[in-house]
């Protein structure tokens, strides 16, 4: 059993599942939601591989399994926050609102630090990392993100 690979996974899917959110608050359709997962997990085996967990981890249930139910669900903590700020809100009032944590708020930072860490292109998680603490409207890096090439979704 790959224990690394499950907690990365559990963990990154949260920030996932914050930016399908935000492609259901800025009402962008369910293409380009399957296609964030899909760049997303990319992003999260990328990572996981570098720290040492199995590649073949992320592409069972608690890989794809457990991104799929978090970013599509209507009782995800971690999508409902993404879907307010897609709407505008504020991550400060959104928070405020919320009985309960979204994990994949501190995630991102976690993961940002990871990032330079290890020298990995992860736009996606950048791109998170910039909406929630750099004030970046998320249209923009919505927009920004889909028009990405293909090919840089396999580099290291």
């Known amino acids: ?39 997303g997990m990319t992003e999260i ?43 505008g809100g504020s991550l400060l009032e959104i928070q405020k609102r919320m009985k309960m944590v979204a994990e994949g708020v501190l995630t991102t930072k976690a993961v940002h630090q990871l990032r330079l860490k290890y020298s990995l292109e992860l736009p996606i998680h950048e791109s998170m990392y910039e909406i929630l603490f750099k004030g970046k409207n998320p249209k923009d890096s919505v927009s920004e993100l889909m028009s990405r090439k293909l090919s840089n979704e396999h580099k290291k």
């Open 1 to 39: 059993m790959d224990l690394r690979g499950v907690e990365i996974g559990g963990a990154l899917k949260n920030v996932m599942a914050i930016a399908a959110g935000i492609c259901d608050g800025i009402n962008y359709g369910d293409n380009s939601k399957a296609a964030l997962m899909t760049r």
């Open 45 to 87: 085996i990328r990572l996981g591989k570098n720290m040492g967990a199995k590649g073949k981890t992320f592409r069972g249930l608690s890989g794809f399994g457990d991104l799929i139910v978090t970013c599509l669900s209507q009782h995800s903590r971690n999508r409902k926050v993404g879907e307010a700020i897609g709407k």
